[in-house]
């Protein structure tokens, strides 16, 4: 059974440093792993999507890496900003259902 | 752009009502799919649409029925409502199965 994990699941960094998350799969066979932002009480954002013959997907100041030999992804984020506060869910599309982590909490202070 | 519109935002039930949750998008996304999230457990599939008229079971089913007789809306039902639904409900939507999804912005539902 596919699981997801994402460590750490919170993070803390003053603003400007650059950071990453990270986000491992245990089973290789996916289609796609894409990175969400969550706001509190609000929905899902999508962030960037990365299709399994892909190496990595750049978005502005977001990198996101997958590495599917080694079941792992990295979401960098550059020069982090307090609006960069929420937390980060990385899922992988298995078979018919996009499998989720646990989430990183990000807090980014000023 | 409405994107995916869910509804409503907030809902308490009394244990054994039944009620449906709305979903409808406007992107002419074929694949919609229904997930919950809950504390410590991450989001999980429910049920799932690869179009209309054709649906099928996700990861946790139970007590909830779906149907799809048009490519915009994806409605919902709880048949009788228990505190285990507790929960917030988000409803996905992507042109394809493997395509970028996009969320609406959840329904918290409260069972007592």
């Known amino acids: 059974k596919q699981e997801v994990t994402q460590i750490p699941a919170a993070l803390s960094v003053p603003e400007g440093e650059n950071l990453v998350l990270n986000c491992s799969f245990t089973d290789s066979a996916i289609y796609n792993l894409q990175w969400f932002r969550q706001d509190p009480g609000k929905g899902l954002t999508s962030l960037l999507l990365i299709q399994s013959s892909q190496r990595e997907q750049t978005s502005g100041r977001l990198n996101a890496s997958l590495d599917k030999s080694s079941g792992r992804s990295t979401l960098y984020i550059a020069a982090s900003q307090p609006g960069d506060s929420a937390t980060y869910l990385c899922a992988v599309l298995a078979g018919t259902a996009l499998i989720f982590g646990k989430g990183t909490t990000l807090s980014v202070s000023s | 752009n409405a994107g995916v519109t869910q509804t409503p935002k907030f809902q308490v039930l009394k244990t054994g009502q039944s009620m449906t949750l709305q979903c409808a998008q406007d992107m002419n996304h074929e694949y919609m799919s229904w997930y919950r999230q809950d504390p410590g457990m991450g989001l999980r599939l429910i049920h799932y649409s690869v179009g209309a008229g054709i649906t099928d079971q996700g990861e946790v089913p139970n007590g909830y029925n779906v149907s799809r007789s048009t490519t915009e809306d994806f409605p919902l039902r709880l048949l009788s409502a228990a505190p285990s639904q507790t929960s917030v409900y988000f409803c996905?939507?992507?042109?394809?199965?493997?395509?970028?999804?996009?969320f609406g912005q959840g329904t918290r539902l409260t069972v007592v």
């Open positions: 996905a939507s992507s042109t394809t199965m493997n395509t970028e999804a996009f």
